[in-house]
């Protein structure tokens, strides 16, 4: 059952619909990341440490403040989870 089925006519606006559509099936979308994540655990490190660079860099220029690279707990990036920072 996609976001167009029945279950979900009744919300709008569509974002609504795509948000309770995902929340209920969270679990699902878990088991995929955590599959992909066992397979790519490289890929998803180097994201993590190109976002928080990139972050950093604008934050600095906007002065707004910056993710500390040491706040980013290495069970965070060791841990299959979706929820990596």
């Known amino acids: 059952m996609g ?16 948000k309770n559509w995902f929340n209920d099936n969270i679990q699902l979308v878990n088991d995929v990341f955590d599959y992909w994540y066992e397979d790519n655990r490289q890929i998803a490190e180097k994201f ?19 993710i500390p690279p040491e706040s980013v707990k290495k069970e965070a990036i060791d841990c299959p989870s979706p929820h990596l920072l």
């Open 3 to 18: 976001p167009f089925s029945s279950k979900y006519n009744a919300f709008e606006p569509e974002r609504v619909k795509y």
């Open 48 to 66: 993590v440490a190109d976002f928080i660079t990139d972050f950093n860099w604008v934050a600095r220029r906007c002065f707004i403040p910056i």
